[in-house]
């Protein structure tokens, strides 16, 4: 079990390999996840349209999800201390060419069940926004203390949701969410020189 309150604790030192293989098997296991309730369920995948509006879109989403993040970070002690904890524990063991698939793995798996599956089969509405961002900060959840996160998580997924529904383009969450997850895995690796 994570011991949130100690930071060294044996658990909390996973090594750059378990790191790696970790995102590898949950983007795989979301991926078959999201497949599988496609293809049984007869869901009906959002689109991806490759243009550069919505390209620029998702840039421009993740820059406002980014700055909420920090601002929400200075002011929220709670929230700060579960971010750091999180980024500590997945970020600092990780070398910098890593953190293109630390946006890439779950930006990609998590919208395709999320955003592309799930808020499609629940009904693109905005009870199905709802319940799908609030199992995807549930999943977001890593041990005790981290509640301020999922409280985060489901915000954000409430957030690419709205502008996967909107959009009808399930490119723009995908972009938003890569981005994302990039800006705050470099801030962190810059703001911790002893990680680099």
């Known amino acids: 079990m994570t011991n949130f309150n100690n930071p060294n604790s044996d658990f909390d030192k996973l090594t750059r390999t378990q790191i790696l293989v970790l995102m590898g098997v949950t983007a795989l296991i979301l991926m078959i996840i999201a497949q599988v309730w496609h293809y049984f369920g007869k869901v009906e995948i959002l689109a991806i349209s490759f243009n550069i509006k919505d390209v620029l879109f998702g840039i421009g989403l993740a820059i406002i999800i980014s700055i909420l993040s920090s601002i929400i970070y200075r002011f929220w002690e709670d929230y700060r ?3 750091d904890y999180y980024l500590e524990l997945v970020v600092k063991p990780l070398i910098w060419a890593d953190l293109l698939w630390l946006g890439l793995l779950p930006g990609l798996s998590e919208e395709l069940l999320f955003r592309g599956v799930m808020l499609s089969a629940l009904g693109e509405n905005l009870l199905a926004l709802i319940i799908s961002s609030i199992i995807f900060g549930i999943l977001h959840y890593n041990g005790k203390g981290q509640i301020s996160y999922v409280v985060w998580a489901t915000l954000v997924g409430f957030i690419l ?36």
Do not use: C, E, V
């Open 161 to 196: 949701g709205f502008s996967a529904i909107y959009t009808g383009n399930l490119l723009i969450p995908i972009i938003a969410h890569i981005i994302t997850n990039w800006i705050s895995s470099i801030m962190w690796k810059l703001k911790h020189p002893d990680s680099l």
């Open 81 to 83: 201390r579960s971010a």
